[in-house]
C-alpha cells in the first residue's frame, strides 16, 4: 500500500433607515418613525444601478440550477404573483420536500445605513407602509401553497449588538434566542414593535420570522462582483467583465419579453450558457491528477499530484475487492486525505481521475469529491474508437433511466439495480431474494442497455444524474434507510454518480464475482 502527495432594483432610502445609537428604554413605533438616521460607514465611489445589482445576484442564484442534486426545479425572474418578494423565485420539484425560496432584494445609493428592529417597519412616504409589513404581508399568502422562505437581500447591513445583528446566524436565520428575551431588552421591545406594526400575534410573528431570512451588508459593488466570479468559475464558466455583461443582458432581456421567458429551468440555463459561450475552454488539461491504482498499476504520462496504491486490497483474477471493514479503517480515510491534500491547491477542484478500478472503487471516489464541493473530475472512458476523456461537469444529454421492474413494500432495505450496458435483471432479482429486501427497483437507460447506450460525456451525466434521481425516489417512496446498489456500466458514469451521492442516506455497494454472485464492497453514508 502506498500514499504519494506531491505538489502539483427600486431605491428608497427613506423607508430603511433607523438611528440605530437611540438606546432609550421607551422604544416606541410612533417615537422610533420620527428619528433620522445615523450614518455608520463611507460611501463608496463606486456606483451601482438598483437593477443591476437585483440582475447580477439573480443571475448568481439561477447558477444553483446547475447542481444535479439541487432541489429546486426552476426560478422565476420577477414573479407576477410573489408580492413583495417577488425578485427571484425557486421552486422545488414536484417530489422535494425543499421550500420555495422567495427574495425582495433592495439596493441603496448609500449604504451608510444598517437594517435594525425599528427601520424595518419604518413607514415609508411613498409606500405607505413598511418593508417588513410588505414581506409579512407575502409571506402570509405565499404559504398557503406550501412550505415557503423569504428572503430580503441588500447592501445595508445589519445594525450590531444589542441590535438585529446579534441574532442573525450565518446563514441568515434568526436565532432562536431571539423569543427568549425579556421584554425589557432592546430585542423584546422590537419584537412587540413588530407585533404592533404587523398587526399580528406573538404566535404568528414566530411563524413569520422562522421563515425569514437574511442576506445584508453587500457594500459597493466589488463584493458582488466577487460573488458573480465566485460562482461562475465553480462552474467552470468564465468571469470578469464580459460574463457580466452578458448575464445582465440575459436577465434584461428576459424581463422585457416576460412570460415564460421569466421562467428558468436547469435545461433552460445550459442552453443559455452554450449560447452565451460562457463555458470556459475545455480544451485546457486539470492541473491537478488523482492516480487510484485498483485492479492493478499502471503508469501514466506525467506526475500524479496524488496517488493511492490500493493493489494489495484487490484481486483482478478472482474478482475480489476490499471488505466493508477494509473500507471503513483504511481505504475512505486515504480518499479523505486525499481531498484534504488536493483541495488546498490553488486548482485542486477540477482533476484527472486516473486508474483501473472495480465500479465500486470509482462510486467511493467520486463520493470522496463531491459536486457540492465544487469537484469537477475528468475522466478516462474507453471505446471502440479509442479512450475518450469525459468530464463530470458537461452539459447533460437528454439520455435518462426508465425503471422496467418495481415490486415491494415500504421498509427499511431497498435494493436498486441500474444496469447501463448489459441486462442485470435476474442476477441483482437473485440478490433482492437473498438480502430479504423489503423492495426491488432495476432499471436501465431509455432505449435500453447495450454497449452503444452511453455515445458521449453528455449522456453519461445525463445517466449519472438520473441514476441518482432513481435511487432518491425509491428511498422516499419506500421510507428506506438504507439502499442496496448494484450498479453495472461504464466506469466514467460510476465516478459521476459517485459525485451526486449526498442526502440519500446509507448506500450499500455490491460488486460481481468471477462466479456470478454479488458481494458486498463499499458502504457510503451521506445526510
Request: one cysteine or more; charged letters at 25%; proline letters at 5%.
Amino acid at each position: 500500500m502506498r500514499l504519494m502527495f506531491t505538489r502539483g432594483l427600486a431605491f428608497d432610502r427613506a423607508e430603511c433607515i433607523w438611528p440605530i445609537q437611540d438606546r432609550s428604554p421607551g422604544l416606541t413605533f410612533r417615537d422610533r418613525n420620527r428619528q433620522g438616521a445615523v450614518h455608520v460607514g463611507e460611501q463608496s465611489a463606486s456606483r451601482l444601478g438598483g437593477d443591476d445589482y437585483q440582475h447580477l445576484y439573480s443571475w448568481s442564484q439561477i447558477l444553483q440550477l446547475l447542481d444535479p442534486a439541487s432541489r429546486h426545479e426552476f426560478a422565476v425572474i420577477e414573479h407576477p404573483k410573489a408580492g413583495a418578494a417577488d425578485d427571484i423565485t425557486f421552486h422545488p420539484t414536484s417530489n422535494a420536500s425543499a421550500p420555495t425560496l422567495y427574495y425582495q432584494i433592495k439596493w441603496h445609493r448609500d449604504y451608510r445605513y444598517q437594517y435594525s428592529f425599528g427601520s424595518l417597519v419604518r413607514i415609508g412616504s411613498r409606500t405607505g407602509s413598511s418593508l417588513l409589513q410588505r414581506l409579512f404581508t407575502s409571506w402570509q399568502q405565499l404559504r398557503l401553497g406550501g412550505p415557503v422562505e423569504v428572503w430580503l437581500v441588500s447592501n445595508y447591513a445589519a445594525a450590531p449588538s444589542p441590535d438585529l445583528g446579534s441574532y442573525l446566524t450565518d446563514k441568515g436565520w434568526l436565532k432562536p434566542a431571539l423569543f427568549t428575551k425579556g421584554t425589557r431588552s432592546l430585542a423584546g421591545k422590537g419584537l412587540q414593535l413588530w407585533v404592533r406594526s404587523l398587526q399580528t400575534s406573538d404566535t404568528e410573528l414566530a411563524a413569520f420570522c422562522k421563515d425569514l431570512r437574511f442576506e445584508l451588508g453587500y457594500h459597493g459593488r466589488r463584493r458582488l462582483f466577487e460573488q458573480f466570479d465566485d460562482k461562475m468559475a465553480h462552474w467552470r464558466l468564465i468571469t470578469g467583465d464580459k460574463a457580466r455583461a452578458q448575464a445582465l443582458n440575459e436577465i434584461r432581456q428576459r424581463i422585457q419579453e416576460g412570460g415564460h421567458a421569466k421562467r428558468i429551468t436547469r435545461d433552460d440555463l445550459v442552453e443559455t450558457i452554450a449560447r452565451l459561450g460562457l463555458r470556459e475552454d475545455v480544451s485546457n488539461p486539470p492541473e491537478v491528477r488523482l492516480v487510484i491504482h485498483g485492479w492493478a498499476r499502471q503508469g501514466y504520462e506525467g506526475k500524479p499530484t496524488a496517488e493511492l496504491d490500493w493493489t494489495s486490497f484487490f484481486d483482478r483474477e478472482h474478482r475480489r475487492v476490499a471488505s466493508p471493514e477494509m473500507w471503513a479503517s483504511t481505504l475512505l480515510p486515504q480518499l479523505r486525505a486525499a481531498r484534504a491534500h488536493l483541495e488546498r491547491l490553488p486548482n485542486g477542484k477540477y482533476m484527472d481521475v486516473r486508474g483501473k478500478m472495480p465500479l465500486t472503487t470509482a462510486l467511493a471516489v467520486g463520493f470522496a469529491f463531491p459536486v457540492v464541493a465544487g469537484f469537477s473530475l475528468r475522466a478516462e472512458q474507453p471505446s471502440a474508437g479509442g479512450t475518450n476523456l469525459w468530464r463530470s461537469d458537461a452539459p447533460p444529454s437528454k439520455k435518462r433511466f426508465v425503471v422496467v421492474q418495481e415490486h415491494g413494500e415500504l421498509g427499511q432495505d431497498i435494493v436498486i439495480g441500474l444496469a447501463v450496458t448489459g441486462n442485470g435483471l435476474q442476477d441483482m432479482e437473485r440478490l433482492s431474494s437473498s438480502l430479504r429486501a423489503n423492495a426491488f427497483i432495476y432499471a436501465e437507460p431509455d432505449g435500453g442497455p447495450g454497449p452503444t447506450s452511453v455515445q458521449s460525456e453528455s449522456d453519461a451525466v445525463a445517466l449519472a444524474q438520473g441514476a441518482k434521481d432513481v435511487i432518491r425516489d425509491a428511498r422516499q417512496k419506500y421510507a428506506a434507510s438504507r439502499v442496496h446498489l448494484v450498479f453495472f456500466g461504464p466506469v466514467s458514469i460510476a465516478l459521476f454518480l459517485g459525485q451526486l451521492l449526498n442526502a440519500v442516506g446509507t448506500i450499500v455497494t455490491y460488486e460481481r464475482t468471477a462466479e456470478g454472485e454479488y458481494q458486498q464492497s463499499v458502504t457510503l453514508t451521506s445526510a
